[in-house]
């Protein structure tokens, strides 16, 4: 007399644990790549704003063009004059201090050109990619005054 099995082997069982092991991996895997494009879209977004935030200063104080591209880098007191008016070179004093404190919210750093009209920023930063170590990063933007 022949008997039937029914219900599942253990062969069955364990390929089955196999497939959903490999899947649950991969959705790990790719769970790991979203977050790390997202932190670097974060992390390049900022920079954007940034960049365009002191061009929108640079072109609203732009008769203190050049002090902005030769103190950028500079560590500057504030001139403290925002309750009781500023001059044009203490609004810059002030412009660059509020700048610094926001790139620094980013832990970048600012490389600050001027060829006759045009000036270039470039921020930069560095990025941890969960145990592929730091990647740097930059963002280069150019305008006119």
Known sequence: MYLRTKGF??????????I?????????GLQIMSLQS???SLSRSQATMLAYDLAERM???SDQSGFYVNNLDQT????????????PEELARE???QWQTSLQDINGAATIASVDNEITLEISWSESH????LLDQSYEMTFEL
């Open 76 to 87: 500057i007191t504030s001139p403290d004059c925002l309750s009781t008016g500023c001059s």
């Open 59 to 61: 072109r609203r104080n």
């Open 38 to 40: 997202s932190g670097s």
């Open 95 to 97: 412009d660059i201090i």
């Open 130 to 133: 969960y145990g592929n170590g």
């Open 9 to 18: 082997t253990l062969i069955e069982v364990l390929v089955a644990m196999l």
């Open 20 to 28: 959903l092991s490999i899947s649950l991996l991969g959705m790990a």
